[in-house]
């Protein structure tokens, strides 16, 4: 039987976790809400995931999980439990071009045949027949066989990421995969590094071990031109960090194998957000 004390400290960290899942949740309804995904959309979204996470990731050692157990869980009606366990998952589909052009701006920005002598990716020429094995058709055989440069450039150059300059060599318009204008490939960034930072925090919090590397560095009361000074040096400094391990990432998974499976995959991330600090604000009252 839990004391008084234990009930009150339990209540008081639901009520915590409860406040810190409403605050995350915040820029998520804001992007539901631009994109006209409504509340009652969501909310058989978030039924099917509590059966998820409950079938996956609570099951009890030797036991068979039930829709009764999971219903005590969750919180569900069983009805809805036996629905959603029974019903075929649809995966999500991947954007194919946005994890192809993560590798491929992985490669043009390391690699020694793509990167000058400023460390800087070059500009390569458009076809093989002029730049041989330092081109943009070669770049994109290396990564893939079953796909034409040609599409590629197509693409990228209808999302920002490349240009073409007067010699007919493909400029890269910045050293990560960030399109300005492709909301699928954005899409897949968003749900990859939401999930994966959430995921990492979330195992910290439970106290999983080996903890996971999370770290950041918070200020207020600083000026807008104070804000761009440090954008401007978190941009610079980051880009060394990301350079560093996307080039021995790439070593290390284009060496021979030993006998270890290769199934692991990691995720390190940037990033630098700013915002004017919230001033408390009175509800505005419907007269109707």
């Known amino acids: 039987m839990l004391k008084k ?7 008081s960290t639901q009520q915590r976790v409860h406040t810190a899942i409403h605050r995350v949740l915040k ?10 995904v409504n509340f009652p959309m969501l909310l058989e979204t978030l039924k099917s995931v509590f059966v998820q996470v409950a079938e996956e990731d609570f099951k009890l050692t030797n036991r068979e999980q039930t829709d ?7 919180g569900l009606h069983r009805k ?4 959603l366990r029974n019903t075929l998952e649809q995966p999500l589909a991947q954007s194919n071009v946005a994890t192809l052009g ?3 701006v992985g490669l043009w920005i390391s690699h020694a045949d793509f990167v000058g002598a400023d460390g800087k990716p070059k ?8 730049g041989g094995d330092v081109s943009f058709e070669r770049l994109v055989a290396r990564v893939s066989k079953d796909i034409r440069a040609r599409p590629v450039l ?10 073409i300059d007067g010699d007919d060599c493909v400029c890269l318009n910045t050293e990560a995969f960030i399109p300005s204008a492709g909301f699928e490939e954005k899409l897949y960034f968003f749900q990859q590094n939401i999930h994966d930072h959430i995921a990492a925090t979330t195992h910290n919090l439970m106290n999983q071990t080996p903890p996971m590397l999370e770290r950041c560095v918070y200020y207020d009361n600083l000026t807008t031109a104070e804000i761009q000074e440090l954008k401007t040096l978190a941009e610079e400094h980051g880009m060394i960090a990301l350079k560093a391990l996307n080039n021995r990432a790439l070593e290390l998974q284009t060496k021979a194998r030993g006998a270890a499976p290769a199934n692991q995959r990691f995720t390190f991330a940037l990033y630098f957000y700013h915002a ?5 604000t009175k509800p505005v009252e419907d007269d109707h």
């Open 5 to 11: 004390t234990e009930i009150t400290s339990n209540n």
């Open 27 to 36: 820029p998520l309804i804001r992007l539901a809400l631009a994109q006209s």
């Open 68 to 74: 009764s157990r999971i219903s005590l869980l969750t």
């Open 80 to 83: 809805d439990v036996h629905r």
């Open 102 to 104: 993560s590798q491929l």
């Open 123 to 130: 500009p390569l020429p458009r076809l093989a027949s002029t």
């Open 154 to 163: 197509d693409e990228w150059l209808r999302i920002g990421v490349v240009n």
């Open 276 to 280: 004017t600090e919230d001033q408390p």
